[in-house]
């Protein structure tokens, strides 16, 4: 748990240079100072990252939002409005010559405010734009709870602060506003729904849920990686009528040597002859997308021959879940 100094402490690495594990009400993430690209740099090695996937900055208040960002729309100002401090991402212009690393050299910059309290008060402290990806080895799933991370990126940081479990689970929803529309990019807690609450033309990219072909340009490059699978083979099931989607299930398991069988808690007794884990209950999304990655890390350590895994409409913040489970199963899904 927090330790005393904490802050302090993270916020002088920072400041001098140096990467920290941290949390945030998303997932935790890996910081630097943003505008350092030699700092920056660190994490891209850390993680094993793309050279080519820029980094999320985060930032306290406003007036940080002024030193890199610029030419911001009412209509985006609107959505910084409404959703800021919190789950969500937007991708404005970046002010040139700054965080060159970490953009990707790019003209464009992907800025949040967290809400989370130890996040925002190491960032205030520090007095820097912290770039942070989520804090996993790139195509893990992304850390929520320090446990699961430790041993893959613990000696590779120079401090870490534990926050204890992450409360979302999911990492920000992430947009882009083209042409006075709202992109979703990457679906998050921070729903369509939520966002046409506040403007009217939002539409989700095509890539959030279709499967990306190697030469195709993508809006946000995080698309096109392999994302969250575990080593064992995975496949989604999904249908709106419950007994074909059980039948389907039951169908696939007969012809497996050891399946294992990720269901939601209303529907565990009926696969009550094969292995299960209990993914929350269908009717609190909340819990689901809490506990998704740290279930996904566990996967392997049944040895099975195929996980399958039980779909969801993609209304509300099922789209979000659906989203890392259909990379969990590296696109193998199947929609009756
Ligand atoms: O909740 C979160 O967003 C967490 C916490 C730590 O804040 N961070 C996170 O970062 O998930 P990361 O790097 O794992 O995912 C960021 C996503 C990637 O898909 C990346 O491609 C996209 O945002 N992104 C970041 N900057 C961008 C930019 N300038 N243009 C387009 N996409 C960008
Ligand atoms: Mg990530």
Redesign the pocket.
């Known amino acids: 748990m927090v330790k005393k100094d904490d802050i302090k402490k993270a916020a002088k690495v920072i400041k001098d240079g140096g990467i920290v594990l941290f949390p945030?009400e998303?997932?935790?993430?890996i910081g630097a100072n943003a505008l350092n690209d030699e700092a920056v740099k660190k994490i891209f090695v850390a993680k094993g990252r793309a050279q080519d996937?820029?980094?999320?900055l985060?930032i306290a208040d406003m007036d940080m939002l002024d030193d890199i960002a610029g030419n911001i729309s009412t209509l985006e100002y609107k959505l910084m409005d409404a959703f800021w401090p919190g789950?969500f991402?937007i991708?404005l212009n970046k002010k040139s010559g700054i965080a060159k690393v970490a953009?990707c050299d790019?003209d464009?910059?992907?800025v949040?405010m967290?809400s989370n309290k130890i996040a925002h008060d190491l960032i205030k402290e520090s007095n820097l734009p912290i770039a942070?990806?989520?804090a996993n080895i790139s195509g893990k799933p992304?850390g929520t709870n320090i446990k699961d991370i430790i041993d893959e990126l613990g000696n590779k940081v120079d401090y870490v602060i534990d926050g204890g479990e992450t409360d979302i689970g999911l990492?920000?929803t992430?947009v882009r506003v083209i042409n006075d529309e709202v992109k979703i990019?990457?679906p998050g807690k921070i729903t369509k729904e939520d966002i046409e609450n506040v403007i009217s033309h939002v539409t989700v990219d095509k890539n959030v849920m279709g499967e990306i072909s190697n030469d195709e340009k993508v809006?946000?490059?995080?698309?096109k990686y392999r994302h969250y699978a575990p080593k064992t083979p995975c496949k989604l099931i999904y249908s709106d009528d419950y007994n074909k989607m059980k039948n389907a299930i039951y169908e696939l398991s007969s012809k497996e040597k050891k399946v294992l069988i990720l269901a939601y808690r209303e529907d565990i007794k009926d696969f009550s002859d094969y292995t299960t884990i209990d993914i929350g209950s269908k009717n609190n999304l909340d819990e689901v997308s809490h506990k998704l990655f740290s279930i996904l890390r566990k996967i392997d350590d049944y040895d099975a021959s195929l996980a399958i895994i039980e779909g969801l409409s993609l209304e509300g913040l099922g789209l979000a879940i659906m989203n890392r489970l259909i990379r969990a199963c590296n696109h193998d899904y199947l929609v009756l």
């Open positions: 945030t998303t997932v935790y993430g996937n820029p980094l999320i985060h789950p991402t991708i953009t790019g464009i910059v992907g949040r967290p942070a990806p989520s992304s990492e920000s992430v990019l990457r809006l946000s490059p995080g698309m």
